[in-house]
């Protein structure tokens, strides 16, 4: 086989390797079909899907399930070509090329499910990725009711399925899930009873600037037996997001076949996506939901745009630097004791007295944040963090110490405590806001973060139960989002040279986070 062609099958047992019905041949460029509606304004469809390809490396093909007038302001009528027209374009197409994958966009009706089932039956082809389009972000229906059922049957003969929330509640036949872990739930059930992949996607949430995706196989084939693989990612302030669901899929049909991995391929295609979603309001194409610039990178890479970021991308930059690092905290030993509950209580303890020196000095500096930032509201938010919630916590470790009796210990506080309160007041010291509050970011997000996922071990038998309940507390991850919010203006108003001294204290602080949680079990 040449360099950059090989095979990898459904069964094979190298981690993250494409789990599927479909074999996968890895390509540099892969010849993706897409299988969808027109948009003859070129936000989405069969014109967004070439478009994605292109961008991603491949190299697309079409075949048209329906002509739809339409514009960003939503869509006028529908034109549906004959089933057996649609039939011949799929068969032309396989007779004379070779397929690493296809992915399915508008299919509309059962007739039009019914032939590209049969053809996918009948036909080899690479993985099949599946966008099971209903509703067009305008609210416009797109598929016909009476066509859901035979939606669902499409699903056990494609490999991953990519529905926005409401299309996964009509996919499960139950209501829209209103909250992250619903969707994830919601998504189980949907692959458990379809064999199929789903990816899950947070872009529908409400009252939150996350917007994380998911893959979730109830089969375990996404690598070390995994049946769940979540992303984070910041939502990204702009209408103009028409097209998103059409081209993300589209993106991993192509991008699974140039890694051979679901996993990575959502990686890549979530970078990608979101400096498409970035750069859509240069654009400037409709006066409705525009759509994404597709070629943003390519035209930046070129010199043709400035390829500047907003805050919310920056953001996500830094995050995704320290993904490693957040991966480590998950496996110290001092976080999976705490979560099964086999932690010392004397290491429990000593932990606690360590952060309530912290959170003492940390109050401080959040009061300097306060002093220096540029709104009456963002004084008051970093203030209320000093005064309110810090103080808050400050009583609970008093009363946790009280419990574990820890008068005789050590009130001095650890190499490792020192080490980052001397980053934390060395950030404030030249009055740099924006360097300040990045310095501060990552006790609010990490600490969410893993919070997330301790909260899941807590049971009425488990020994720190009280402790791990306080992560689920609403008020905390609302503090969390609006101080990201916070960096990331911050982060936009700031220079070249401002953004990397904030970006230098953020991985400076997450560094610190680690050390800080490895130090009582050494």
């Not at 095979?7 to 599927?20: I, K, Q």
């Not at 001095?412 to 310095?439: F, I, K, Q």
């Amino acid at each position: 086989m040449s360099a950059v062609e090989q095979t990898t099958t459904p069964a094979s047992s190298n981690s993250n390797r494409v789990h599927g019905r479909r074999p996968v041949t890895m390509r540099d460029t892969p010849r993706v079909l897409s299988i969808a509606g027109t948009d003859p304004t070129g936000g989405a469809g069969i014109q967004a899907d070439l478009k994605s390809i292109a961008a991603n490396g491949g190299y697309g093909m079409a075949v048209v399930t329906a002509l739809v007038a339409q514009n960003t302001r939503g869509v006028r009528s529908v034109h549906t070509p004959p089933v057996g027209f649609l039939r011949e374009q799929l068969d032309a197409v396989a007779d004379d090329v070779v397929i690493d994958a296809v992915k399915i966009g508008m299919l509309g009706d059962v007739a039009i499910i019914d032939t590209v089932s049969t053809w996918l039956q009948e036909t080899e082809t690479g993985p099949v990725v599946l966008d099971p389009v209903m509703v067009a972000t305008s609210g416009d229906r797109l598929l016909h009711r009476d066509a859901e059922a035979a939606m669902r049957a499409l699903l056990p003969h494609v490999d991953l399925v990519t529905p926005n929330l409401p299309e996964l509640a009509v996919l499960a036949d139950e209501p829209v899930a209103t909250s992250w872990a619903d969707a994830l739930a919601q998504a189980e059930r949907v692959s458990v009873q379809a064999g199929v992949i789903v990816l899950v996607k947070g872009g529908h949430l409400t009252g939150t600037t996350a917007c994380p995706d998911a893959l979730v196989d109830a089969t375990g084939g996404l690598g070390d037996d995994r049946s769940l693989v979540e992303f984070d990612g910041l939502r990204v302030d702009t209408r103009n997001t028409h097209g998103t669901g059409c081209s993300l899929s589209s993106a991993m049909a192509t991008l699974v076949v140039r890694s051979g991995s679901w996993t990575e391929a959502l990686g890549e295609a979530k970078s990608w996506l979101t400096s498409s979603l970035r750069h859509a309001d240069a654009l400037e194409v409709g006066s409705g939901n525009g759509p994404i610039s597709h070629f943003a990178e390519l035209w930046a890479s070129a010199g043709m745009t400035s390829g500047r970021q907003d805050g919310a991308g920056i953001l996500t930059g830094w995050w995704e630097d320290i993904a490693e690092l957040r991966d480590r905290i998950d496996h110290l030993p001092f976080v999976t004791r705490l979560a099964d509950g086999t932690l010392d209580p004397a290491r429990f303890a000593w932990y606690l007295l360590q952060d309530a020196i912290y959170l003492r000095d940390y109050s401080r500096v959040l009061a300097r944040a306060s002093a220096l930032a540029p709104t009456a509201e963002e004084q008051v938010f970093w203030a209320t963090g000093a005064a309110g919630s810090i103080e808050a916590e400050m009583e609970l470790h008093r009363t946790w110490l009280s419990t574990y009796a820890v008068s005789g210990m050590d009130a001095e506080p650890s190499a490792t405590t020192t080490a980052y309160l001397d980053h934390l007041h060395a950030a404030t010291v030249d009055g740099d806001y924006g360097r300040v509050v990045a310095a501060v970011l990552p006790c609010y997000w990490i600490y969410q973060d893993l919070g997330e996922r301790l909260v899941g071990a807590s049971h009425a038998e488990h020994p720190f139960a009280a402790w791990l309940d306080t992560y689920a507390d609403p008020a905390f991850a609302t503090a969390n989002a609006r101080a990201i919010e916070i960096v990331a203006g911050a982060a936009a108003r700031a220079d070249e040279t401002g953004r990397d001294t904030m970006r230098r204290a953020f991985l400076a602080s997450a560094a610190h986070e680690e050390a800080f949680f490895a130090e009582p079990i050494r």
